[in-house]
């Protein structure tokens, strides 16, 4: 399997991030869950976490996820806007561009290649803070 990461910073302003990740041969892809490289917005690093063959579901499940969680405080928290896009590069007719991603059990075709793209990633406020549990 070839998984390519590929970073882009959009330059709307100094909040928006575009994150492309493709990933070749999806449909041969089995791992149950693949993790894309890690980038920062606003000094937080994040990920996209992708299962090829559903989370529990029986089509594509793709997630945002905080990629260092573990060396958080706790109570941590952050707002954000995101989208994202995956775009089959076979028949862009069935290219998603939605925020949520809908049943799509018959999206994809053998040996396709796709590109997961996080769109108008912005940190709207961050809010940290330390609770004794």
């Known amino acids: 399997m070839k998984v390519?990461?590929?970073?882009?910073?959009?330059?709307?302003?100094?909040?928006?991030?575009?994150f492309t990740w493709r990933i070749d041969n999806l449909s041969t892809v089995e791992d149950e869950i693949l993790y894309s490289e890690d980038f920062v917005v606003e000094g937080?690093?994040?990920?996209?976490?992708?299962?090829?063959?559903?989370?529990?579901?029986?089509?594509l499940?793709?997630?945002?996820?905080?990629?260092?969680?573990?060396?958080l405080p706790s109570g941590w928290s952050a707002y954000v806007?995101?989208?994202?896009?995956?775009?089959?590069?076979?028949?862009?007719?069935?290219?998603l561009t939605q925020g949520i991603l809908l049943q799509q059990s018959h999206f994809y075709k053998t040996n396709e290649?796709?590109?997961?793209?996080?769109?108008?990633?912005?940190?709207?406020?961050?809010?940290?803070?330390?609770r004794s549990y």
């Not at 937080?44 to 089509?59: A, E, L, Q, S």
Request: net charge positive; charged share 25%; aromatic share 14%.
């Open 44 to 59: 937080n690093k994040w990920r996209i976490h992708i299962y090829p063959k559903g989370n529990n579901v029986d089509y």
């Open 4 to 18: 390519r990461f590929k970073f882009q910073c959009r330059d709307i302003n100094e909040k928006l991030r575009k």
């Open 81 to 95: 806007q995101f989208g994202f896009a995956v775009i089959d590069q076979i028949d862009r007719r069935t290219s």
């Open 61 to 71: 499940s793709i997630y945002l996820g905080v990629a260092n969680s573990a060396t």
């Open 113 to 130: 290649t796709i590109m997961v793209v996080l769109l108008h990633f912005k940190s709207t406020q961050v809010m940290m803070s330390w």
